[in-house]
């Protein structure tokens, strides 16, 4: 069965710095999707990034952007320039394009804290 | 905003009720998702509606059931409620069958007492 492993129950950074969250999963399927998604106080789970693993190149969204290593099985998420926006927890997910259970498998989550 | 549509955002109610709780996807999605965010469990996949049918099926309890209506809406009903099915419940969708893009909507928090 799939697992998604975040080993970084919180984090912090300053405001400008950079941070990077760990995110490793475990598969034997070729084809799959990872994401990562937020979910500020609000409650809401937005979309920040995505990466299909035929593709080599890393997804990169604005100030976001993965580290992508598909024989290590690892997914990281890098923030440039952080802002106090940024501040929520952040989940790790999975998604095996080829399989039946159709399911996005998701990670327990890291806190994310920008302190000013 | 995403453009998935939960209601209500909260609820409250008692052990051994019933409630159902409402999705409207994002217009021209045909995918709903239902995901349950506990404490103890995470973020469970409960099931899929693809175009009215059910697609997929994941950790969801006897005691909850879905369907998707022709306006592609979607309900999920939770009857004989538990302490423990207290969570917050989230609708998700996408434009075909495959979760390959989620949108999600902001939750209701369930509350059971």
């Known amino acids: 069965a799939q697992t998604v492993t975040q080993s970084q129950p919180e984090m912090s950074v300053q405001e400008a710095e950079t941070v990077t969250l760990s995110c490793t999963y475990d598969t034997s399927e070729s084809d799959y999707y990872l994401f990562w998604y937020k979910q500020p106080p609000s409650r809401q789970m937005i979309l920040v990034i995505r990466q299909e693993a035929y593709k080599q190149q890393n997804a990169t969204e604005n100030r976001f952007s993965v580290n992508f290593q598909k024989a290590a099985k690892s997914f990281s998420l890098k923030i440039s320039d952080s802002q106090l926006g940024d501040a929520a927890m952040y989940f790790c997910a999975f998604y095996d394009y080829g399989g039946a259970t159709n399911k996005l498998i998701f990670g327990t989550g890291t806190l994310l804290a920008v302190q000013p | 905003d995403s453009g998935v549509t939960q209601t209500p955002k909260h609820l409250i109610t008692a052990t051994g009720q019933r409630v159902t709780l409402r999705c409207s996807p994002r217009s021209g999605d045909l995918s709903v998702y239902w995901y349950q965010q506990s404490l103890d469990q995470g973020l469970q996949f409960l099931i899929q509606y693809y175009n009215g049918e059910e697609r997929a099926k994941g950790n969801i309890l006897e005691r909850f059931s879905a369907q998707q209506f022709p306006d592609l809406h979607s309900e999920l009903n939770l009857s004989s409620l538990e302490l423990g099915d207290s969570a917050l419940y989230f609708c998700?969708?996408?434009?075909?069958?495959?979760?390959?893009?989620?949108?999600f909507g902001q939750g209701t928090r369930l509350t059971v007492v």
């Open positions: 998700a969708s996408s434009p075909g069958g495959r979760a390959t893009e989620a949108f």
